[in-house]
């Protein structure tokens, strides 16, 4: 048996055609949806999931692309936007019976909770996001030697072709240089967990690179035209970040202001894979957005 969520059920949910959401669902009461982020899959919600599940159904989906969800061949740039997997992630709630819930999102997995809070504000309650900043400010805060920290972005940003082949002739060196040096916390990823994620990446390089291509392409396109046309995140928000602006030469708080009208921003002192790291905080923090 492979690793699992304590607890939890792992079930396949058709969303769009021929592309089944893998998920780990327990608990009882409203809905919180975690998205997981890169280079993850569900299992990096493993702690907070069963902390939330005594008064919440929380469901742990596997994103497009990842870890044993369908991965389609990337036809067009929306294949992979963000506006698509939001959508999935909207359909999968459908289909387990919520037609509204809280969305908390970590690293790619906010990428595209953000973006279904802009597209489907009707059905998303609450929002929390765990260390981005949208795709617009993500690419307008890299400039200079500090933009070397985001050296994957530009690489997976290339045509398709050259990205993939070099990822996949070194993919457990490339998947795992993000999970050592994005870490605060060596401890906080087993070798069983980390090996279960560079098994999943190794398996899903194609789609994780269109994922990433397509921040760099049409989901600066959607973001752009949301804030010509001054739409916001209109539910109460919860934003929790590393404090790497300092490095970047941003204010994360600033940063997120223009982008929602009921914004609390948090900075922590664990590192990236924070609800990893630190589990209870992120629960709690998770806790206090659903009573807002």
Known sequence: MGIGIPGFETRSTAVADGVELNAAVGGEG?????LHGFPQTHLMWRHVAPL???HHTVICPDLRGYGASG??????ADTYSKRTMAADVVRLADALGFDRFTLVGHDRGAHVAFRAGLDHPDRISHL???DILPTLDTWNVLHGAGAAVAFHLYLMAQPPGLPERMIAGSADAFFGHFLDAWSTSPDAIPADVRAEYLRACRGAVVSIVADYRATATVDIEHDRADLDAGNRLTMPVTVVQQ???RHLGFDGAETWRPWSTDLRHVITRA???????????IARLIQNLVKR
């Open 30 to 34: 409203p809905a919180v949806v975690l």
């Open 71 to 76: 991965k389609p061949e990337a036809v067009g």
């Open 52 to 54: 939330l599940a005594g």
């Open 271 to 281: 590192g990236h894979f924070m609800a990893e790291e630190a589990p209870e905080d």
């Open 243 to 245: 404090d790497w602006g």
């Open 128 to 130: 929390g996001i765990l």
